[in-house]
Every structure is written in C-alpha cells, then in structure tokens.
C-alpha cells in the first residue's frame, strides 16, 4: 500500500515518489531527495537598481548639503530620493514575494517549485523530510564554533 503524506494542486509525495506536476512534469524517488529548503528568490533587477540609486543618492546628499549648505541640492536630493522610493514601493506591491522549494537529489541542486505561498512550499519541504526520515529539524549550527 502506498502512504500519500502530501497531495496538493502541484505536487503528489508518496513514501517513495515525489512528483511535481508542473511543466514538464517531474518524477523523483523520494529515497534520492537530501535536504528540502524553503528559500526566498532575490530581488528583480529593477527593484536592486532603485535601491541602488536611492543609496547612491542618500551619499551624495551627506557628502554635498555640508559642504554646499546650498538648499536647491538638498531638494534635488530629496525629490530623487523621494521618487525611487515610490517606484521601489509599487514595485513591491504589484509583484508578491517568491519563493522555490529546492533540494539535493542525486548530488545536484534541484528546483523542485516556485510560488508566492511560502506556507504551502514549506508543508511539501516538511513531508519530505518526513517521508525522507530526516525529521523536521535541520542542523543549523555553527561551525566555526
């Protein structure tokens, strides 16, 4: 008899497979799956850039004011500093946070999904670890020490 431990709209985990039914659709051996993780993707190039400009011009805005003490770079500054801002905010808001479930399997890092539900890729991490016998605790210690 096969145990489902986790059946969802994109994924199916069985004590010996994984599959993952998004395109193309993948099967995996639940015994060959080391280590599942929940990790957040990094910003779009987009959202660095106006981080970017709003550092550069956070430092231009310390280093001229003082010397200058002339008001029209300070409201230049500001008005940059103000507009990246909100291009940074809308930005955020139209597109939610991402996130992949990865895992090593068969000494290769796999991207198993991607979403905007950090709470359903983690319960798929978590019946992983259960079917993999790994238990949901995940060392975490520090080397170094």
Not at 39 to 48: D, N
Not at 51 to 67: C, F
Request: hydrophobic share 45%; proline share 6%.
């Amino acid at each position: 008899m096969v145990d489902i431990l986790y059946d969802g709209p994109d994924a199916l985990l069985t004590d010996r497979i994984l599959v993952i039914r998004t395109r193309p659709q993948q099967t995996l051996w639940t015994s060959r799956i080391n280590r599942p993780e929940v990790v957040s993707q990094p910003l779009s190039p987009m959202q660095a850039g106006l981080i970017h400009v709003l550092g550069v011009t956070a430092l231009l805005i310390l280093a001229i004011w003082p010397a200058t003490r002339r008001p029209e770079a300070f409201v230049i500054g500001a008005a940059v500093m103000t507009v990246a801002t909100l291009a940074l905010t809308a930005a955020r808001r139209r597109q939610p946070r991402r996130y992949t479930l990865c895992c090593i399997y068969e000494d290769k890092c796999v991207e198993l999904l991607t979403g905007t539900d950090r709470g359903e890729l983690a319960r798929i991490a978590r019946a992983i670890r259960e079917a993999t016998g790994a238990g949901t605790d995940l060392d975490i210690a520090d080397p170094g020490t």
